[in-house]
């Protein structure tokens, strides 16, 4: 998928070592328990591009031709972790640090919501989903300024302990934005 200024892509093995530079970032990772070594990162892009193969759509690898091509991901996961919400389709945005304040997130964030409510029959591509869901921890306020400018909603009803960190581990508490096809 094209915007104004990026490339929504599958993604490329030239892809993996800014990956892994993004995610060894521990300013980048820091609403995440801990940044990624680089096997945990070839890993993770290992699992996107399966679930491409498997639904045809994923987290889109980003390209931003005026901040030198590769910036991160933008795109759609299937969550399926017990909460009270899943399975959800899940629309997330991983950025290195050089491409944020730019708009980056929120223009391909709004390609890939789009996509997530075409139907799947569309020519452009469709999830035909009625709804999406977008989770991050409480603190994590400029994630939650992306979600808010696609157009999500919080309701505080909704928001939860992640299974995977422990109940008074500080990243714990989570919140949920939804967003329904219009
Ligand atoms: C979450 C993340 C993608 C948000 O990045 P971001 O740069 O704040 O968000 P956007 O790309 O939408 O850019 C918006 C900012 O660019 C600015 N901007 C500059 N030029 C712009 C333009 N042409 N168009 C739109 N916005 C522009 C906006 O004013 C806004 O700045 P502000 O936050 O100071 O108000 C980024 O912080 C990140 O990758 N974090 C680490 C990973 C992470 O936490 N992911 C989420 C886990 S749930």
Partial sequence: MTTARLVLRRWHDEDRVPFAALNADPEVMRFFPRPLTRAESD???DRIEA???EHGYGLWAVDAAE???????VGLAWQRFPAHFTPALEIGWRLARH????????????????FAFRPVA??????GMDEIVSI????NEPSQAVMRRIGMTRDPADDFLHPSLAPDHPLAPHVLHRLRRA
């Avoid at 491409?99 to 789009?114: C, L, N, Q, S």
């Avoid at 991050?136 to 603190?139: D, K, L």
């Fill in 67 to 73: 901040a030198g091509g590769f910036v991160g991901f």
């Fill in 99 to 114: 491409a944020w304040g730019r708009g980056y997130a929120t223009e391909a964030a709004v390609a890939a919501r789009d």
């Fill in 43 to 45: 890993e993770f892009a």
């Fill in 51 to 53: 679930a491409f193969d």
């Fill in 136 to 139: 991050t921890t409480r603190t």
């Fill in 122 to 127: 569309d020519p452009s591509g469709g999830a």
